[in-house]
């Protein structure tokens, strides 16, 4: 097919699914009638589980020489391929009402949230927590403005030192507001710097677990409840292991399917890791265009019925109801 009319493919797609999602709501693809408001428990909503460039990538869809199959599929509406940067939503029910805690604002934040806070009856965002300070984390701070210009008054932004850091040179506008012309609207942030201990987000406690995001950077995932989540991953430190013990779902990088990259566990690595950690459940995330969502997911649900391994891919707009 000419990669012109995969364009208009990709493209109606996102308008389709963003369109459908307002109409019906949806767990994922799969449309259900009405939107879908936020369930009475505690959920997790993956907002995103693909790389920095996203699913489907541009110099596939524009390569007439050859087809790349994850792509393709990504292109078409509900496709379970198309993912944008890795994010998830943890939203429980307080007695003033839902709070709303997002796991990094990356540079597809938005998109994200256009196509699923509306079919999920989800307006405000009471917190935003960062694993780590490169683009796919960090690069929709500014985005934030929608929610602070049209929702709410502000939104705490909980960093730990190094990332706020480099935050001050890539957003400096956003931590140092006296730079910005009188009359603009900017997002009003509030900088919490966070510390490789637990803190309390609201009434959420959270805790820091501490990876290596290659060679020497250091990124954060996060415990709450008993769920771990650990978005980008190169190496667990062994002072990690313990903060991960009585683990009951484990969301993890795996980035392909056949070995590591020197920031990323691939597939199988990530298995080694979901064997020594021994969660009840595992949904890795952070696929990239050589992870086929049905196909791989196939091979994962034999592990069940060979050593017990409750693993899959998660896929953008998943929903997990969760206890904490």
Not at 204 to 211: C, D, F, G, R, Y
Not at 216 to 245: A, H, Q, W
Not at 252 to 269: K, V
């Given at each position: 097919?000419?990669y012109?009319?995969?364009?208009?493919?990709?493209f109606l797609?996102i308008?389709?699914?963003?369109?459908?999602?307002l109409?019906?709501?949806?767990e994922?693809?799969d449309?259900?009638?009405?939107?879908?408001?936020?369930?009475?428990?505690?959920?997790?909503i993956?907002?995103?589980?693909?790389?920095?460039?996203?699913?489907?990538?541009?110099?596939?869809?524009?390569?007439?020489?050859?087809?790349?199959?994850?792509c393709s599929?990504?292109?078409?509406?509900?496709?379970k391929n198309?993912?944008?940067?890795?994010s998830?939503?943890?939203s429980?029910?307080?007695?003033s009402g839902?709070?709303?805690?997002?796991i990094d604002?990356?540079?597809?934040?938005?998109?994200?949230?256009?196509?699923?806070?509306?079919?999920?009856?989800?307006?405000?965002?009471?917190?935003?927590?960062?694993?780590?300070?490169?683009?796919d984390?960090?690069?929709?701070?500014d985005?934030?403005?929608?929610w602070?210009?049209?929702?709410q008054?502000?939104?705490?932004?909980y960093?730990?030192p190094?990332d706020?850091?480099?935050?001050?040179?890539t957003?400096?506008?956003?931590?140092?507001?006296?730079?910005?012309i009188?009359g603009a609207?900017?997002s009003?942030?509030?900088?919490?710097?966070?510390?490789?201990?637990?803190?309390?987000v609201?009434?959420?406690?959270?805790?820091p677990?501490?990876?290596?995001?290659?060679s020497?950077?250091?990124s954060?995932?996060f415990?709450?409840?008993d769920i771990?989540?650990?978005?980008?991953?190169?190496?667990?430190?062994e002072?990690?292991?313990?903060?991960?013990?009585?683990?009951e779902?484990?969301?993890?990088?795996?980035l392909r399917?056949?070995?590591?990259?020197s920031?990323?566990?691939?597939?199988?690595?990530?298995?080694?890791?979901?064997?020594?950690i021994?969660?009840?459940?595992t949904?890795f995330?952070?696929?990239?265009?050589?992870?086929d969502h049905?196909?791989?997911?196939?091979?994962?649900?034999?592990l069940?019925?060979?050593?017990?391994?409750?693993?899959q891919?998660?896929?953008?707009?998943l929903?997990?109801?969760?206890?904490?």
């Amino acid at each position: 097919m000419h990669y012109s009319m995969l364009y208009c493919r990709y493209f109606l797609g996102i308008v389709s699914d963003t369109f459908a999602h307002l109409s019906n709501g949806s767990e994922s693809a799969d449309a259900q009638p009405g939107v879908q408001t936020l369930a009475e428990q505690p959920e997790i909503i993956f907002l995103g589980t693909g790389t920095s460039e996203g699913i489907p990538r541009v110099s596939c869809l524009t390569n007439p020489e050859k087809k790349c199959p994850v792509c393709s599929k990504a292109v078409e509406p509900g496709s379970k391929n198309k993912r944008l940067n890795t994010s998830i939503l943890i939203s429980h029910p307080r007695p003033s009402g839902r709070c709303n805690i997002l796991i990094d604002a990356g540079k597809f934040f938005y998109h994200s949230a256009l196509r699923w806070f509306p079919s999920y009856g989800i307006r405000t965002i009471d917190a935003v927590i960062i694993t780590h300070s490169h683009a796919d984390a960090i690069g929709g701070l500014d985005d934030l403005r929608d929610w602070t210009n049209n929702v709410q008054l502000h939104i705490p932004i909980y960093v730990a030192p190094r990332d706020f850091e480099v935050m001050k040179k890539t957003h400096y506008y956003l931590v140092d507001t006296s730079v910005i012309i009188p009359g603009a609207a900017v997002s009003e942030l509030e900088f919490k710097i966070i510390h490789e201990e637990p803190f309390q987000v609201h009434d959420l406690k959270i805790t820091p677990l501490p990876v290596w995001h290659g060679s020497g950077y250091r990124s954060l995932g996060f415990r709450f409840g008993d769920i771990c989540y650990i978005s980008d991953v190169s190496e667990i430190p062994e002072e990690t292991y313990p903060l991960l013990k009585d683990c009951e779902i484990l969301i993890m990088d795996a980035l392909r399917p056949d070995r590591s990259s020197s920031t990323h566990f691939g597939l199988p690595r990530a298995l080694e890791e979901v064997r020594k950690i021994q969660p009840k459940r595992t949904l890795f995330t952070g696929m990239m265009h050589l992870m086929d969502h049905e196909k791989v997911n196939e091979g994962l649900i034999k592990l069940m019925d060979t050593e017990g391994l409750d693993v899959q891919l998660s896929y953008d707009g998943l929903r997990v109801p969760i206890t904490l």
